[in-house]
């Protein structure tokens, strides 16, 4: 495994870790942030399968898993996450926005999301993530290059601008096909709704399913001129 010690600075070691494992395994990626960082890491999943999560269990038994409650999630995301709960090595954390949705109709209006989607990810997914992550000194998530034009670059270890927190993406250099392995291989969950035509899973009334020849994230925010909620951008 690779070796990174040396500096006190969390943004030139995030930097130097992301060239120096570029071409490491998921599983390297991961046992470094582990030893790196121990219980000040975490991984965040949102449900669509439990890939990361399996891989982080893997290296780091009892791992913290951070899922973000919307409150307008499908059904069967709620469901991958109590069964990944209910089966996995993993300790899983949801976090909530602060206003349910019914209190956020109340202030801003009915179906903000179809108003003013960049606010309502502000309020429901950007500002309880930050909260929720305000305890750990790195992140991971199951970011892939391949997903979408928005995600080619995405470093496999980097530096989070805006959390001022190590973000590790362990799968960054994976395909669909790899994923799909690891799925068959390993047994993971995964979210009903990938074998329903959809290809990400995000809130239900931001979600569609996907058509031949999109991309994965095709079905996001779709004819909105939206492509990411703000968590990764
Ligand atoms: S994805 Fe849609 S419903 Fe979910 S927080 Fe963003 S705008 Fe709101």
């Known amino acids: 495994m690779t070796t990174l010690t040396g500096t006190d600075d969390p943004k030139a070691l995030a930097e130097h870790a992301g060239r120096a494992l570029e071409d490491a395994s998921a599983t390297e990626i991961l046992r470094w942030a582990a030893d790196t960082f121990g219980d000040a890491f975490c991984v965040t999943s949102s449900m669509e399968d439990a890939v990361a999560a399996h891989l982080a269990s893997t290296v780091k038994p009892g791992v913290d898993v951070v899922f973000l409650d919307t409150g307008y999630h499908f059904p069967e995301t709620i469901g991958t996450r109590d069964a990944v709960a209910a089966v996995m090595d993993v300790n899983v954390i949801t976090l909530t926005p602060r206003r349910s949705v019914a209190e956020q109709d109340a202030e801003h209006g009915p179906k903000l999301h179809d108003?003013?989607?960049?606010?309502?990810?502000?309020?429901?997914?950007?500002?309880?993530?930050?909260?929720?992550?305000?305890?750990?000194?790195?992140?991971?998530?199951?970011?892939?290059?391949?997903?979408?034009?928005?995600?080619?670059?995405?470093?496999?270890?980097?530096?989070?601008?805006?959390?001022?927190?190590?973000?590790?993406?362990?799968?960054?250099?994976?395909?669909?096909?790899?994923?799909?392995?690891?799925?068959?291989?390993?047994?993971?969950?995964?979210?009903?709704l990938l074998m329903d035509g959809y290809a990400s899973v995000g809130c239900a009334p931001c979600t569609r399913r996907v058509l031949a020849g999109e991309d994965a994230r095709a079905g996001r925010w779709a004819g909105r001129g939206k492509t990411e909620c703000g968590l990764h951008g």
């Open 115 to 192: 108003r003013d989607p960049d606010l309502c990810c502000s309020l429901r997914k950007v500002k309880p993530l930050e909260e929720g992550l305000a305890g750990y000194a790195a992140w991971a998530t199951g970011l892939r290059r391949d997903e979408s034009p928005t995600r080619a670059n995405t470093p496999v270890v980097g530096w989070d601008e805006r959390r001022g927190k190590v973000k590790v993406s362990p799968i960054a250099r994976w395909s669909q096909e790899d994923v799909d392995r690891y799925v068959a291989e390993h047994g993971v969950l995964t979210n009903p």
